[in-house]
């Protein structure tokens, strides 16, 4: 290793497997950003489901072996590449995506997946930002193309991206439904934005639904669980309804016949599959959000690096979550 080679603490992962997988390191060397890359010092970087799929093995995504886990960070630009206009040492970001990983002390970023955190926001929250809130918009504007005046059930309300949704989806003139699993998830859905909201725990909770949106149904499922819920979601949707799958750990058995009479459709969403300009779209309705006061970003279980492992165990086992999971640094 060259003399002089900064290093810093990052999170390896060398093989496919379980939490135990993720390897804390001390002697990772910092990345040094080149033509149009910024280095960010992290100070909080976003847990997503997706990370586990990936670490796992199971993903349509395998990244190269040895690699470091976590796309959306929040911190201050350490340094820039040649042709980085946009971006000065010391300005405070969020981003999308990143080159080197997030969970690290640094992460190297493409300048184009980089934006500025307001500060009105604290590091925490921008760590909540680009992946709930794009996902959000993904599948309300890009996915279900909703209308101002539609119904909207986001199953699955109360974890970071359901959040999300609710404060995106009534911003936009929706009437939203959710569901969540624990009082506290209930308190916290009907607080960011829902109409309405639903315990997915209750064995009749659908029915609950059901008599909410009457005969007519729902116009937009934004599910979190297809795996659990897809079947029972097709029996809640209007005429040309859609449900618009954001999670799913497994299969499911359905009937295509509950698509027809009322001509549904279901939608799966990737937001890796967006173009840089739907991401410049849903950049600037989160920067709207957050100057208009809509975009409040819910922090959820907080952990430092060292807990990695713990911290994938949870956001998989622990149910009734609410908020977006963060690693601390």
């Given at each position: 290793m060259?003399?002089?080679?900064?290093?810093m603490?990052?999170?390896?992962v060398?093989e496919f497997?379980?939490p135990?997988v993720l390897?804390?390191?001390?002697?990772?060397?910092?990345?040094?950003?080149k033509d149009?890359?910024?280095l960010?010092k992290?100070h909080a970087?976003?847990?997503?489901p997706?990370?586990?799929?990936?670490?796992s093995?199971?993903?349509?995504?395998?990244p190269?072996l040895?690699?470091?886990p976590?796309?959306?960070?929040?911190?201050?630009?350490?340094?820039?590449?040649?042709?980085?206009s946009a971006f000065k040492?010391?300005?405070?970001?969020f981003?999308?995506s990143?080159?080197?990983?997030g969970?690290?002390e640094?992460?190297l970023?493409?300048?184009?997946t980089?934006?500025?955190?307001p500060e009105?926001?604290?590091f925490?929250q921008?760590?909540?930002l680009?992946?709930p809130?794009?996902?959000a918009?993904r599948?309300l504007?890009?996915?279900a193309?909703?209308r101002?005046?539609?119904?909207?059930?986001?199953?699955?309300?109360?974890?970071?991206v359901?959040l999300?949704?609710?404060?995106v989806a009534?911003a936009?003139?929706?009437?939203?439904?959710?569901t969540?699993g624990?009082?506290?998830?209930k308190?916290l859905?009907?607080q960011n934005?829902?109409?309405?909201v639903f315990d997915?725990k209750e064995v009749?909770?659908?029915?609950k639904i059901?008599?909410?949106?009457g005969d007519e149904?729902?116009d937009?499922v934004?599910?979190?669980?297809?795996?659990?819920n897809l079947?029972n979601d097709l029996k809640?949707?209007s005429?040309?309804?859609?449900?618009i799958v954001v999670?799913?750990?497994g299969?499911?058995e359905i009937?295509?016949?509950?698509?027809?009479?009322?001509e549904?459709?279901?939608?799966?969403?990737?937001l890796?599959s967006?173009?840089k300009?739907?991401?410049?779209?849903?950049?600037?309705i989160v920067q709207?959000?957050?100057?208009k006061?809509?975009?409040?970003?819910?922090?959820g279980?907080?952990?430092?690096l060292?807990?990695?492992?713990?911290?994938?165990?949870?956001?998989?086992?622990s149910?009734?979550?609410?908020?977006?999971m963060i690693?601390l640094?």
């Amino acid at each position: 290793m060259a003399t002089g080679q900064k290093l810093m603490r990052a999170v390896r992962v060398f093989e496919f497997g379980g939490p135990e997988v993720l390897k804390l390191q001390s002697n990772v060397a910092v990345p040094v950003p080149k033509d149009h890359q910024v280095l960010i010092k992290v100070h909080a970087c976003g847990v997503n489901p997706v990370e586990t799929y990936i670490r796992s093995g199971t993903y349509s995504r395998k990244p190269t072996l040895p690699y470091t886990p976590g796309t959306d960070v929040a911190g201050v630009i350490e340094s820039v590449g040649d042709s980085v206009s946009a971006f000065k040492k010391g300005d405070r970001v969020f981003c999308y995506s990143t080159v080197s990983g997030g969970y690290a002390e640094f992460a190297l970023a493409a300048d184009d997946t980089v934006y500025t955190l307001p500060e009105k926001l604290d590091f925490k929250q921008g760590a909540a930002l680009a992946i709930p809130y794009f996902t959000a918009c993904r599948a309300l504007f890009h996915s279900a193309r909703v209308r101002a005046g539609e119904s909207v059930l986001v199953h699955g309300a109360s974890g970071g991206v359901g959040l999300a949704t609710c404060q995106v989806a009534r911003a936009h003139g929706l009437k939203v439904l959710g569901t969540a699993g624990s009082e506290e998830g209930k308190k916290l859905v009907l607080q960011n934005g829902a109409h309405e909201v639903f315990d997915h725990k209750e064995v009749n909770y659908i029915d609950k639904i059901k008599k909410a949106v009457g005969d007519e149904g729902v116009d937009v499922v934004i599910e979190m669980l297809a795996n659990v819920n897809l079947s029972n979601d097709l029996k809640l949707l209007s005429r040309g309804g859609r449900i618009i799958v954001v999670g799913c750990r497994g299969t499911i058995e359905i009937n295509p016949r509950d698509t027809m009479a009322k001509e549904t459709s279901i939608i799966g969403v990737m937001l890796f599959s967006s173009t840089k300009e739907e991401l410049q779209q849903f950049a600037g309705i989160v920067q709207t959000g957050i100057e208009k006061g809509w975009v409040k970003p819910v922090i959820g279980s907080e952990y430092p690096l060292e807990k990695v492992v713990q911290a994938h165990e949870d956001i998989i086992h622990s149910s009734g979550k609410t908020g977006k999971m963060i690693l601390l640094l």
